[in-house]
């Protein structure tokens, strides 16, 4: 099982970028998924969150009506739009799977089981 994280880069303040997460080994239709995030020096935190079918989505409040998460399972990618970006976004962003079949969506780090290696996105003022 392997989660592979990518999109990140350079952006400026007020710019979109779109990370994408491939998961390889077998298929993650039927798992939630979520996106979190680690900033320097501090600890890993809950970003966005969608659960198997993708009818229902999740974020933290910092992100809400900035970022959307969005699923497709024929292709077993997760995506992770993010608009109006702010230099507070700057974080190594995870992409990770809850291996519960149709479970419920979580927002805690505890409930995800496998998680990718991140990706670097840096926002610049």
């Known amino acids: 099982v392997q989660l592979q994280a990518s999109g990140g880069g350079l952006v400026q303040a007020g710019g979109s970028l779109r990370l994408s997460c491939a998961g390889h080994?077998?298929?993650?239709?039927?798992?939630?998924m979520g996106w979190f995030r680690q900033a320097p020096g501090k600890e890993r935190e809950f970003v966005a969150a969608?659960?198997?079918?993708?009818?229902?989505?999740y974020y933290a409040n910092s992100v809400k009506g900035r970022f959307t998460i969005s699923r497709d399972n024929a292709k077993n990618m997760v995506y992770l739009q993010m608009n109006s970006l702010k230099p507070e976004d700057t974080a190594v962003y995870y992409c990770?799977?809850?291996?519960?079949?149709?479970?419920?969506?979580?927002?805690?780090?505890?409930?995800?089981?496998?998680w990718g290696q991140g990706t670097q996105l840096t926002v610049s003022s």
């Open positions: 080994g077998r298929t993650f239709s039927s798992y939630a």
């Open positions: 990770a799977v809850d291996d519960k079949e149709f479970g419920s969506v979580f927002t805690t780090i505890n409930e995800y089981d496998y």
């Open positions: 969608i659960n198997w079918s993708g009818g229902s989505t």
